[in-house]
DNA sequence: GTCTATATGTGGATAGAC
DNA sequence: GTCTATCCACATATAGAC
């Protein structure tokens, strides 16, 4: 077998730069009003190159959310696998969700955000990667009101929904470099999850 | 004085109905994806037309957000004047805001998601209003913190964003017509407040 | 106040040289 | 694979009649 000439030198390069020049222009200025060129232009290239890769802005957009579904899916994913706890696998998978927001924070911001910009076959295609993610918060979160780590009496739907809120705004105010870490963050909606914020006593 | 010949017969109806039906058509297209010929139409007008009212595409959209934050800011502020006991108005607040997001969807949810759509000096005016917003709450949490509703340890900026999270996200999967109403959804963000959801006794 | 007609700009996309 | 050049559609906005 003859070995091969070339080491893998990354050839991600190509395309990674497009995908994240483009998340990014998309986060600052929204999708709509962001044109191949400046996409172009933020890669050193001209208009017309960015067809070889991609066949319509659309598709670029997509690409986007694929990576973004999966990134989130992998974190929580390994998340659950990293203990045999479930209290703790529960608190490890919200903080793998917040990570997820931060590991590449404008792939996910268009997962989040850009979503009416799809057709509808792509819509079709991303709401189904999307509805997956969320069916494995839902197989989690059935496990632990099964276990009793969630209490028994809590609506499962609405947890995820009002959690997913809590979680996703994150997204919209996260700053690097502000007052609140992502830990103090998963800490702080840890400890809203375990006992609520109104003192105990005035509780009418 | 004499006396006014015709009766004040609400005269919104002209431009009450452009704003609604760009609220609408912006909610299910985006701001960016929905020309004025389209809010035209859906007025029974020619897109000139629209350019007596709002001289620029942009304006109407500010517009629509400053009532917006007008419709947020008095539902909540009435919620507090509603009760004295500084518990009940927390409820109320809280059920103050998710009642916004209903009595006209569309108007709040432009509010929410369109902000990138809004240039520098338009969208200065509009975070100006937004702030002013968040900082009644941040008066509402504070209140709340010293009376002993809510924990004294709770970082009450943290809880508003988070808290905002939870509530803001409701506006993207809301149904009318769906399991949960808007009253059930309030009572299961004020159990969280009160209790959380993780089952006393196995809180690590 | 609403219409017609149109100016003007821009963006996505294609064809084909290199 | 990237470039040049360009087509085409469409959107905002304006001017001026009615």
């Given at each position: 077998m ?8 990354r050839?991600?390069d ?13 986060r600052?200025k ?5 044109s191949?060129?400046e ?13 070889y ?6 598709t ?14 992998a ?5 659950y696998?990293?203990?045999d ?5 529960l ?25 009416r910009?799809?057709g509808?076959?792509?819509?079709e295609?991303?709401?189904?990667l ?6 494995l918060?839902a ?17 499962s739907?609405?947890l ?11 997204a ?5 470099n502000?007052?609140?870490?992502l830990?103090?963050?998963g ?7 375990i006992?609520?914020?109104?003192t ?5």
């Amino acid at each position: 077998m003859v070995h091969k000439q070339a080491p893998p030198v990354r050839k991600l390069d190509d395309q990674g730069k497009i995908l994240s020049n483009a998340a990014r222009l998309f986060r600052e200025k929204g999708f709509e009003k962001t044109s191949l060129k400046e996409i172009a232009e933020a890669c050193n290239m001209l208009p017309g190159s960015l067809y070889y890769r991609y066949s319509t802005k659309e598709t670029l957009l997509v690409e986007l959310m694929r990576r973004g579904v999966g990134l989130v899916t992998a974190e929580v994913e390994m998340a659950y696998a990293d203990s045999d706890d479930p209290v703790q696998q529960l608190r490890f998978c919200i903080n793998a969700h917040l990570r997820a927001l931060l590991v590449d924070p404008d792939t996910v911001y268009a997962l989040l955000f850009e979503w009416r910009s799809l057709g509808p076959e792509a819509r079709e295609e991303i709401v189904a990667l999307r509805d997956q993610y969320e069916s494995l918060w839902a197989e989690i979160l059935a496990v632990m009101i099964e276990k009793g780590v969630i209490k028994k009496n809590v609506d499962s739907r609405l947890l995820r929904l009002i959690g997913f809120g809590a979680l996703n705004w994150v997204a919209t105010w996260f700053d690097p470099n502000g007052d609140h870490s992502l830990e103090a963050i998963g800490d702080f909606v840890w400890q809203i999850a375990i006992g609520g914020v109104i003192t105990k006593g005035v509780q009418s």
